[in-house]
């Protein structure tokens, strides 16, 4: 086939830069030495699965120093060949991964993700088999995974909830510190009654044990000391702390020894949070009646009462303070 090398067809796109540029992207200088003159039309040509096999070559090789032999390397090289002279091993299935990229060359660190991800074999691997388009960060978070050591039935139940790679990866992250505390079992059911990201997280965090509290229980002001006890209280006073993302971060918070939650079981019934406040002690950092309703001046008064024994817990004026402000952000 006569192919004209000023063809706008072939050299040109809509931008005013080269196919090849828009193509071949940061490889293009490389690719054009590689495949000089008519010969870009077997690059251009190609199967996906080849050209990116090349692509694959040029991240871990870089500069070109013999074009004429690199050209025939790549030419006549089978890819599993051209893959083992780049990775030094050729994992199943990664030459039809590789067709799944489309036409347009991959960011260099996306090759290295997926030959480490398909190395490492068990779910996410299958994941990547089973997918018919692979996204760079949905790869880069799998391989940043691969040696988390989260069991394959934990991964798999992540996996069927559909959620973005790198929210994936911070759950892989947080189950694989807790499995060997908790266990493969309680952790797949933690995923399998959540579904979504932020309940998941709760789930987990629920697992774990709330240290104890900064003073106990004075008349009708009790503190909240296990994860139950909390979203209990979040379905009682219809708040945002019966589950989802609002109920892990107060689980975090508490568990990190940032907070802690009483109820005050007094007319009206108040939820309150404590925030720990440096060295000095506790300050009161939100109060809220039931669906989130404010809190009479009497009830604050009440519980200011209760508490003026304890020295190392501020109340203040009902909130808006300097301590509170600091404090609690």
Not at 5 to 28: C, E, Q, T, W
Request: aromatic share 10%.
């Amino acid at each position: 086939m006569h192919h004209n090398p000023n063809s706008p067809k072939l050299s040109r796109v809509g931008s005013g830069k080269s196919i090849i540029d828009f193509m071949a992207r940061h490889d293009s200088a490389q690719v054009r030495l590689i495949w000089q003159n008519d010969r870009i039309c077997e690059y251009l040509l190609a199967s996906d699965s080849r050209r990116h096999t090349w692509h694959a070559w040029l991240a871990v090789h870089g500069t070109v120093r013999d074009a004429a032999e690199m050209y025939r390397f790549l030419t006549f090289a089978k890819s599993r060949e051209i893959l083992k002279d780049t990775f030094g091993n050729c994992p199943p299935g990664i030459v039809s991964a590789l067709g799944k990229f489309g036409p347009f060359a991959r960011p260099q660190r996306t090759y290295f993700s997926l030959h480490q991800v398909l190395s490492a074999g068990g779910s996410l691997a299958n994941h990547v088999h089973q997918s018919s388009k692979i996204e760079d960060d949905e790869l880069m978070a799998f391989a940043s995974a691969v040696h988390l050591p989260v069991p394959n039935r934990v991964i798999r139940a992540l996996l069927k909830c559909k959620m973005p790679a790198q929210v994936l990866l911070e759950l892989l992250w947080v189950i694989s510190r807790l499995t060997l505390t908790y266990g493969e079992q309680q952790m797949v059911q933690c995923v399998a009654q959540g579904r979504q990201p932020g309940s998941i997280l709760a789930n987990v965090f629920s697992l774990a044990p709330f240290p104890k509290p900064p003073f106990e229980q004075l008349g009708s002001f009790i503190p909240i000391t296990t994860a139950e006890q909390l979203r209990d209280a979040g379905k009682e006073f219809n708040n945002c702390l019966k589950g989802g993302e609002e109920l892990a971060f107060a689980l975090a918070s508490v568990q990190s020894g940032r907070r802690y939650f009483y109820r005050w079981d007094g007319c009206p019934p108040t939820l309150l949070a404590f925030c720990r406040c440096g060295p000095a002690g506790w300050v009161l950092s939100e109060r809220a009646g039931p669906a989130n309703a404010r809190v009479p001046s009497v009830t604050i008064n009440q519980i200011s009462e209760v508490l003026a024994g304890v020295p190392y817990v501020f109340i203040g004026n009902g909130g808006g303070g300097m301590l509170e402000w600091i404090c609690a952000r």
